[in-house]
């Protein structure tokens, strides 16, 4: 390809599939809405777009969002930090990270179609833990799968590329649900080490799809981070694509976002003029949280603890008539979600409010985390 074409090709590329070479979302690992450390980490997201999945393991884990000072060009990194180890492993045993693409996103692949072209992953990684490691793609509109492989020679940082190769079966489909999806391999029991690894697209099957693969979880002194994630079309990879922090945020929230954010301490983050509909219960409505329209319509969660004395971190109250009413004990729904993203609140009383007038509701949080006790807001989730 000339270089002309080449420069035509990564306008088209950067052009689709929400902009830039690089089709990952939080690849630089900066962004964690939801929490920066998981102990004893179940299947959960920690950081913003990356699943950590554990199957039939005794192996437990620390997930956290950590600090790099050994990497240039890099500040953060997700660490896997085995605390209890496995060295027995079951046949279904499995432990990986996970990533998941909206077909729209990936069309640039050209996934199915004569001019298909490949996938290239490039990351950086550090562990304690040497030898082979395996990742993996899944096609899930078609159930079709490719696996490759890196070598760990040493604990430092070490850039590593893996280049699957394109398929021209099965075309991705193109709309907002789960078409591409990528594992970071960690643990992995027989069923899926067995036989050659599949380095070329071909029906889903668990044998081959992890073979070779290490086991992170042999000791509880073994370690794992990685950054730098960039998946690419084409047939070679380039440098890491940086992009602004506020670009990167703006992606995460479009599947998951959070109301209620404060670093103040005991701060009323957040305050409303409720309507009430009777003495004992009333509605606010939350035009808008702020941040994209989500991909699809959120399920909500509401985090907080009524109170009849709100103000510290983590409490929500109803004030009217110069006092706090009496929301103690009572019961409080988040509903009606949009993709806006907005919501409403319905919030209880024993008693107090003035009927069809207004009251004051207040949500007091002084945290930024909506798993931190101190936090009091909402939870907006809409990932694949």
């Known amino acids: 390809m000339s270089k002309q ?16 070479q690089n089709v990952i979302i939080n690849g630089a690992m900066l962004v964690a809405q939801r929490q920066t450390t998981s102990t004893n980490v179940s299947n959960k997201y920690v950081l913003d777009r990356f699943y950590v ?19 240039a060009g890099f500040t953060k990194s997700l660490k896997m930090d085995v605390t209890t180890a496995d060295t027995s492993l079951a046949s279904n045993e499995q432990v990986y990270i996970q990533t998941k693409f909206e077909g729209q996103m990936v069309q ?85 080490t067995t036989g050659t690894l599949q380095t070329t697209w071909a029906s889903s099957a668990d044998a081959g799809s992890a073979t070779g693969q290490v086991n992170l979880a042999d000791s509880n002194s073994n370690e794992w981070e990685i950054t730098g994630i960039q998946l690419q079309a084409g047939d070679k ?22 109301y209620g954010r404060s670093t103040g301490t005991n701060q009323g983050s957040s305050a409303h003029a409720g309507w009430c509909y009777g003495t004992t219960g009333g509605s606010i409505r939350i035009p808008s949280v702020g941040g994209p329209q989500m991909r699809i319509r959120p399920s909500l969660g509401l985090v907080g603890t009524p109170s009849s004395s709100a103000g510290a971190g983590g409490t929500m109250g109803v004030y009217t008539s110069g006092a706090w009413q009496s929301a ?25 409010l003035p009927s069809d007038g207004c009251a004051g509701v207040y949500f007091y949080s002084s945290s930024m985390l909506p798993t931190d006790s101190s936090f009091a807001g909402v939870t907006l989730d809409a990932e694949l």
Do not use: M
Request: proline share 2%; hydrophobic share 25%; charged share 25%.
């Open 237 to 258: 990879a380039s440098d890491f694509e940086h992009e602004h922090i506020s670009e990167t945020e703006n992606k995460c929230k479009r599947y998951y976002n959070v």
């Open 108 to 192: 640039r692949f050209k996934k199915g179609h004569s001019d298909a072209k490949g996938f290239q992953l490039s990351f950086y990684v550090k562990t304690n833990k040497t030898g082979v490691y395996t990742v993996r793609l899944y096609d899930r509109d078609n159930n079709r799968n490719v696996s490759g492989s890196y070598t760990v020679p040493d604990a430092n940082w070490n850039r590593y590329t893996v280049s699957f190769p394109a398929d021209t079966t099965g075309k991705f489909d193109d709309d907002k649900n789960s078409s591409l999806e990528l594992f970071f391999h960690l643990v992995n029991g027989s069923d899926t």
């Open 53 to 71: 999945y554990k199957q039939n393991t005794s192996s437990t884990y620390t997930c956290s969002q950590n600090s790099v000072s050994d990497l």
């Open 328 to 352: 103690g004990g009572q019961t409080w729904y988040v509903t009606d979600a949009s993709i806006d993203p907005s919501f409403r609140i319905d919030f209880n009383v024993s008693s107090g």
């Open 5 to 20: 074409n080449e420069l035509v090709e990564l306008a088209r590329t950067g052009a689709s599939g929400g902009g830039g």
